[in-house]
Each structure stands twice: as C-alpha cells, then as structure tokens.
C-alpha cells in the first residue's frame, strides 16, 4: 500500500444562507496517494469544488463552516491549524489551479510578477533572481519566447497560454500535491489535449499528487488512476480507473458513463443516449436515504431510509448502493 | 443528400476594428471568410470547431441577426440576404435558433407562457386567447414540461428545463428549419443527453432540419448526418458524419477528433498534437489558413489557397495534398 499523502475522512462543509444550511459537501471521505492522480467528478453543485477547496481552507468563513471531519495532510489535521501557517503550506506543499485563468491571475502585475512573488514566498530571493527564476518556469510549461513574454500581462496571453501559467505558478513552489479544479473546461479540445500532456509531464518531472476534479469522463480516463464520484455531496463510488469503466457499480456512475455520446465506436451513430430522468436535489433539504434514489432504476423501498455507507467490492473498489 | 432546403454559398462577415481618434476602422476581423454548404431537408449537418472559428457567427448570418457582409444563404427559392423587414420577418416563422445560455436568452420578466406564446401572437397564429393558452400548453407537453410550469418565470426552472424552455418558443412558429448554437454545452452530462434525445425526438415527429453548431465533437458525431469542421472562418471538410470520423482527410480535422478524450481507459490512440494556439483572425495566415500548425505543410501552403473539393463521393476537403 503507497503511502497517504492526503486522507480526507467525514469531512462536512456546509453553507448557511438566507434560506438555510447549504450542505455542500456532507460527509466525504477520500485519500491520495502519492504519486497518484486522483480523479474527482460528478455533476455541478456535487461539492467536488467545495471538497478542493476545503483541503486548502479557501471557503470565506462565514457563510462556510467546517461541520465535522478531518483533513489529513502527511497525517496531520489541517482543520485547527492557524492561517499563518496555512500561508506555508500553500506556498510549499498544495498548489491550485482554477477553471478560468482569467479570472485568477491579477491583470494589473506581468505573469513575471505574480510568478516572482510565489518564488520570493518560497526561497529567499532577490527581485532579480525571481524574475530569472520566472523566465526558467515559464521555458519550463513550454511558453516560447519566455524572456520576453515574462513581462507580459495576462490580457496577451491565450486561454491555454494563461493556463500554462498558472501552470508554471503552482509549480513554482514544487508542490506534493496539485488541485486541478476544472483546468481544461474552459479550453478547446486540442489545447486541452495540450494541457493535460503537460500536466502529465510536470507530474512526471517533480514527482507530485495530483488531484484532478473534472466533469469531463473522457479526460477521467486518459489521466486518472483512480476516481471518487461525487453525487450531491457525497461520495457514490471509488474505484480505480480501469474498474470504475469496467465495471461501474452504482446506479449514477452507470448512467453517467452511458449518457455520454462515443465517437469510438461504429455502431453508437443511432443508439439512443441513456439519459438520467430529473435532476439533482437541493442541497438546502438533501433526501434522508440515499441522494440518488429519486432518480435511480433500481431504486427500491430501503433506499429512500437511510444512505447506505460505502463498501467494499473489489480491490480498491467501494461503493454506496444496497446493490 | 436529399434536395437541400438551405444552402449556403460564400458567405462572409467582417467586423470592424476601430481605432485611433476618429474611431476609423483600422482592421478588420474575418470571422466569417467564404463559407459553402448545403442542408438537405430533415438532416442534420453539425458544424464544429474551436472558438473563434466563426462556427456561431455563421449560425447568425443565416439567420441574419448579423447581416453577412457579402455572400448569399438560399432557403426556400429565395435569396434570404436580399429580403425586405417584411418579408424577413415571415421567413423567420420558417426558421428558427435555440442559444447555448438558457439563462440568458429567456427574459426573466415574463412567464414561461408569455415566452413561449409571443412568437405565436407576433405571427397572428393564435385565434384566440383560448387557442393560444392551448397552443402553449400542447409546446410545454411536446418538449417534456408541465402545464403547471406556464405561469412561472425563468428562474425556477434547472438549466436542463430552461433549454426545454428556448426548444418550446423555437417550435412555437411551426418552423422547417432550426439553428442549434451550442444548445447543450451549458449543461452536465446527464441532463445533456436529454435534451439530445429530446432533439431527436423533435425531429422525427416534426421532420425538422437543424444546423447544429458545437464544440464537442463526440455530440455532434451523435447527431448529426453531415459535418462540416470550420478552421478561421472557412469550412476545411464536409463529409458524412461517420465516414468523417472513420477517415478524416483533413489535417485539421485529423488533429481534432484525436484531441477527443475517450471515456474508456482501455483505449489507447495516438494523438495529434497540434503546436500553438489559433492565430489572430484579423490577420490569418496567407494561403491555407492552417499551415502555420499543420504537420504536412509544403512551403506552398502559405501561398495558395485550398478550393473545398468532392476528393471522394460526398467527402469535401479544402487541402492541396490530402485525398
């Protein structure tokens, strides 16, 4: 068994809002190995984001609330540890990259600039030498012409382009771990593919974790050796990621697979798509029993009662289902 | 292909860029540079490629909510860029666009039913208040809504029932053909395939005809009958759906659909990575619009331009040295 680099056990994050207790993320329990690339998804507002960004304590305390859990980072909870220190743990060991790079880079420094500070944060350097420091990031995510695009503002940069910065800025500080949250959503497919070929190969070079959540399967596949399915705030299914393709075994992991469309094969051309009837439940009143039964085939009486907990069913296989 | 109920021939739409103190244009964007192809009745052609291709500006050209710059789109015996106000209103009961955004193309000020009966009040098509509310009611219940849903504003609804909501006001008008901008890219993946489903059921019973434009490929390889990828404003290859993703003979294309992730983590392909990013429309590369990233380029590429040619029966390709 390969060492946990990060255990996350009942962890409960939830939101008070005007209309009530949002219970965004409620009771998930999942670990990294290192070295790996786990592979979280599920559907919007399944709490794979809130789950993320909890292990780095980004959720503005109030309206969020840590309700109960841990989260285990080399075996310490990070839950009561002090903001300052928190500071050193993202700057030296978990870094985050966002869905939209627009929107996380500041628009008034140069790439140059942001990518310095992270290396000041990290070693004690001079401007200078950040600034060189910088330039070898940014040859590094293979952004051509990196001495003089290092002054450069995100605004000249591409889409996939400002993702190979940020890219190079959660590098910058060698991390154990990286959170990729969305990272090719926003992108076409053949920069995605370009993307996710160089998330492979910065993995490959420092030796990191990579936490990979995404809504995409077919990017699941090709990157992920193991996979956490997220439904309504909870973990449905883990498996790794030949058997979680293989053999799905809860209900909505089946029907996610099938509803999507497969350019591979011949004979998908006029297969009807198995669409999931419904949609997902408010997470301001969850269902009592388990969260996928009112749209499940399978679903029977027991169901709706309780929320059947996760076992197992194979190596490295566990599921939430009473089937 | 059956006999076309649209076609398109060379049609173009440049935006102006203006600049300096008066405002003058100093540029121009050719989003749309010499666009060709035929719809045949009750098929499907899906248009794809990356953003910026030019793949919705064309979709809006048709339907001239941006009038094309030059170029003419035939539907129906006439020539729909040379139409008066009047006569340009009429044809818009036979033609029809379904948005990508349901949030932002449904007014949030009206009901439900008054979005989707004001088409049938602006057209004269309800006899009467009773026969309207009908004519509603029967729309809500074709695209899979509830009778109670017509009193109700845009932001009760999910996302997925929002989309029902833009497919009942494009049905309202009986039309023959419908423009599909990206109609299931805002949604996840379970609810995605029904409204694919819904689509195609709609088109079955109604024999409609749709121009279905999309960014991913494995649904539009779903859908549709024909393809026609979009590289920079001009079409590169049209060809049957399958034939296309069995022997794409276009770099571009080839380049694309291998970018494709596959759910299946038992598939391994060879991808075809592509170097850089698109170039900047206001000033394409000379020539063959692609060279700059085509891994078969021949230094002529950047002086000619390639003419979309029948290389194979049905299988149009615009490439010097492919097919």
Known sequence: MAEKLLEIKGLKTWFKTDDGVVRAVDGVDLHIDRGETLGVVGESGCGKTVTARSVLKLIDMPPGRFEAGEILWKGRDLIPVPAQEMDKIRAREIAIIFQEPMTSLNPVYTVGDQIAEVLRQHDKLSRKQAIAGAVEMLRLVNIPNPGKRVHDYPHQFSGGMRQRVMIAMAMSCKPQLLIADEPTTALDVTIQAQILELMQEMKDKLGMSIMLITHAMGVVAETCQRVVVMYAGKVVEEAPVEALFGNPRHPYTQGLIRSIPRVDRAAAQKERLEAIPGSVPSLLNPPVGCRFAARCKFAMDVCVKAMPPLKEVGPGHRVACVL | ?323
């Open chain 2, 1 to 323: 292909m059956s006999e076309p109920l649209l076609s398109v021939r060379n049609l173009k739409k440049h935006f102006a860029v203006s600049g300096g103190v008066f405002a003058r244009e100093v540029d121009r964007v050719h989003a749309v540079d010499g666009v060709s192809f035929d719809i045949g009745k009750g098929e499907t052609l899906g248009l794809v490629g990356e953003s910026g291709c030019g793949k919705s500006t064309t979709g809006r050209c048709i339907l001239r909510l941006i009038e094309p710059s030059s170029g003419e789109v035939w539907f129906q015996g006439a020539d729909v860029t040379r139409l008066g106000p009047d006569a340009m209103r009429a044809l818009r009961r036979d033609m029809q666009i379904i948005f990508q955004d349901p949030y932002a193309s449904l007014n949030p000020r009206l009901t439900v039913g008054a979005i989707v009966g004001e088409a049938l009040q602006i057209h004269g098509l309800a006899k009467s208040r009773k026969a309207l509310e009908e004519r509603v009611l029967e729309l809500l219940e074709t695209v899979g809504l509830q009778a109670d849903h017509m009193g109700r504003f845009p932001h009760e609804f999910s996302g997925g029932q929002r989309q029902r909501i833009g497919i009942a006001r494009a049905l309202a008008v009986d039309p023959k053909l419908v423009i599909c901008d990206e109609p299931v890219s805002a949604l996840d993946v379970s609810i995605q395939a029904q409204v694919i489903n819904l689509l195609e059921d709609l088109q079955e019973k109604f024999g409609l005809t749709y121009l279905f434009i999309a960014h991913d490929l494995s649904v539009v390889e779903h859908i549709s009958t024909r393809i026609a990828v979009m590289y920079l404003g001009r079409v590169v290859e049209i060809a049957g759906s399958r034939d296309l993703y069995d022997t794409p003979l276009h770099p571009y294309s080839e380049a694309l659909l291998s970018a494709v992730p596959i759910p299946d983590p038992t598939v391994k392909r060879k991808r075809i990575m592509l170097q850089g990013d698109v170039p900047n429309p206001i000033r394409p590369p000379s020539g063959c619009h692609f060279h700059t990233r085509c891994p078969i380029a021949k230094p002529d590429c950047s002086q000619r331009s390639p003419e979309l040619v029948e290389k194979r029966p049905g299988h149009w390709v615009a490439c010097h040295y492919r097919g």
